[in-house]
């Protein structure tokens, strides 16, 4: 029976390697196994930092009216939340929407010192942004297959769905959306081409 390989890189399991050094090697080799993972990809797929956000400012809800107004646009906000995402399968731009509303609504419930509203918008808030980044991270998901797949009509569909969803973010996501508007203007060329060669 032959004698079970180490499998670790010959120089740190060499006998001939000092044993002060075979830590730095270690240590060297990890390094160079994560900048790899984290490589991104040479064409440039989606590589702008806004990629990695959500399609939601960062920045806290705040009322934006004086307390003694906060309950009357409370319930009026929460009452356009519901009637936006109510509308999100034929308007995705709503889905956004919705979100912020019910953050402001929560906002002005706490400020108008109404806990059940309050919590109720925190609720509505909450789901509505669950969805919401489902949404996003499946559009996401499959604008880079059909990248890959080159399919120029199924990245114009998910562009489509991603600026829609984006359309309330704040300008950390403004590199994102120029990003996606230059791969759509790439993919409609592709498709015109195709259709010339067609015609």
Known sequence: MSPARDPRPAAIASPTTPAWLRPALLAGVAVVALALLQRPEADGATQDAGALEGPLPAESAACRVAPEGALARAISLEALADASWERVPFDRREAPQAVLRSREAEACFRSASEREGAQRAALKS???????????????LLLELARRREDATGMRREIAVLLALSSQAGPSLDGFRRHLVELDRAAEARLFEAKAKED
């Not at 909450?126 to 996401?140: C, E, H, I, Q, V």
């Open 126 to 140: 909450r789901t509505f942004g669950s969805d919401l980044m489902r949404r996003w991270a499946r559009a996401k």
